[in-house]
């Protein structure tokens, strides 16, 4: 997929956003380590779904595997429902991807990544026979929520209905029992707990769309620091290890540090990659200092189509990626 930009952007991906007018904000954050020095550990890289961050706009819905359907609907040509059991008999495929909350800012923590297990969604409505004048999907969630696709990124993304979350079914957290995936977006377009889908030929509807939001955008190409957070002290020729992530739409090319603004750039180190597209490096840093004084670090990422993360992203309402900083007093 080419990134050109926010202005040709197309649209995003999980399941709601954490922003101010949710009614409910539930959050936990794939890099919290539990041991007493957190200051230099990188998370798992599958985060495990204990980890994995959580958003949403209410009570995670409590649905009876055994009376569950999932209702298709609207302009198919031949409306029908399935069974979780007739869900799970369907042809899998594996997808491992790296998901953002659109409302994540530079220093924020809603970021993960899993391994997901499900079904290609295109194929499945493709057998239900989809008329010419179809242009996308609403997806009907279960606690109130609802997102939708158009029909090319269907066809053209490998949008998956996932059943199965780091090799056992998705947790009742994390969108039991079907949640659509579409690699490369922000989880504002990435729904949980669906029961629903109807087949439309209007415009394209969504929860926080209707609320002010732009959830169009794919995600951007972006950095963070693991560690250390925020501030740290080091040593006049002491070594200094830095490590965080970066991720976006699409592969993560190399990951560069500058501590003058941007005047200069060294390349971090990838510790740690996977051969697949829309998931997060790790990267790593090692910096000494000769003098004392007050340092700061930031971070960009580049993507393989050349689309670089940009210093200050003021547009937050779809999806930011300013260069996230650290501030380093060497004594």
Known sequence: MKRVGKDRRVVSGLVIIAVISVAVLVSTYPWQVPQEDVSSEFPDFITKNEDYFVTRIGQVPTIDRDMYRLEITGLVENPTSFTLEELQSLNLTDLPLTIECIGNGPYGKLVSTAVWRGFNLFNLLETLGIPENATGVKYLAADGYYASHTLDQLRNNGVIGALYMNDVEIPPLHGFPLRILNPGYYGVKQPAWVTGIEVIDR?????????????????????????????????VNEDLRVGGCAFGGTRVAFVEYTIDDGATWNNATIVQEMDADNVWVFWEIHIGFANSGQITLQVRATDIDGNRQIKTDNSFRDGTSSWPRLIIYVD
């Open 203 to 235: 415009p394209l509807e969504d929860y926080w769309q209707d609320r002010g939001w732009d959830t169009s955008p794919p995600m951007d190409i972006d950095s963070k620091i693991f560690f250390p957070e925020g501030t740290t002290a080091v040593g």
